[in-house]
């Protein structure tokens, strides 16, 4: 079956450690996105990337990095200068953005400081 | 700039009562609508989505919406709840300034009670 798989489950960081965070589609979409999730805010982009090698910044994208190397893979690296990291995070796909076509979601990563 | 809103964080119903989850949104066209649901510690499913074929879009476990473009509303019903439907529900809508990206709710967390 295709779908988005994202690792780990639960990942803890310690103080000034930088940590990425897994995603890898199979579902052969162009498109793919990062999410915050806090409780009472709902999901908030941090990076999207519509083709290979592109990506580009969502609403709050400082203390995040991505790279885009692969269409099956767009790793998500919350660096040092995070200073709020703990929070539920989201990788997502989307086959055709400019059609009714719904984003696919992944089962996401948890974060928590050490 | 475009934006969700979802009437109400948090809603009651018992079991077996009609569930009514609010959505209204902004869009000068004819918008693309989405509702997910989110249980606890997973990612967000599709239920349902807005193809503009018909006004009353039916989705997956007997949630249905309907869309009222007078209104800007897309609000998610189901006639009776189960206390399986217990989880988070988001609406969402395709931006008109950037192809590539949904416009989020807030979300609201359906509470069932015995």
């Known amino acids: 079956d295709g779908g988005i798989t994202q690792s780990p489950k639960y990942l803890f960081r310690k103080e000034g450690q930088n940590v990425t965070l897994s995603c890898e589609q199979n579902l052969n979409h162009d498109a793919m996105y990062w999410y915050r999730q806090d409780p009472g805010q709902g999901l908030r982009l941090i990076y999207y990337?519509?083709?290979?090698?592109?990506?580009q910044k969502g609403d709050i994208a400082e203390g995040y990095s991505v790279s885009r190397e692969k269409k099956e893979s767009f790793p998500l690296t919350v660096t040092s200068a995070q200073k709020n990291p703990t929070a539920f995070y989201l990788c997502?796909?989307?086959?055709?953005?400019?059609?009714?076509?719904?984003?696919?979601f992944g089962d996401g990563t948890r974060l928590s400081i050490l | 700039a475009q934006s969700v809103t979802q009437l109400g964080s948090h809603v009651s119903v018992s079991e077996g009562a009609l569930v009514l989850l609010r959505c209204n949104y902004s869009?000068?066209?004819?918008?693309?609508l989405f509702w997910y649901v989110q249980y606890p510690n997973q990612g967000l499913q599709l239920l349902l989505k807005y193809t503009s074929a018909a006004t009353l879009v039916k989705g997956i476990n007997d949630f249905e919406a309907e869309f009222k473009k007078s209104e800007t509303s897309f609000h998610l019903t189901k006639p009776s709840a189960h206390m399986s439907d217990a989880a988070e529900y988001f609406c969402?809508?395709?931006?008109?300034?950037?192809?590539?990206?949904?416009?989020w709710g807030a979300g609201t967390k359906l509470i069932i009670k015995p």
């Open positions: 869009s000068s066209v004819p918008p693309y």
């Open positions: 990337s519509q083709i290979v090698n592109d990506f």
């Open positions: 969402a809508v395709r931006s008109m300034d950037s192809n590539y990206q949904l416009i």
């Open positions: 997502a796909s989307w086959a055709a953005p400019y059609s009714n076509q719904p984003q696919h």
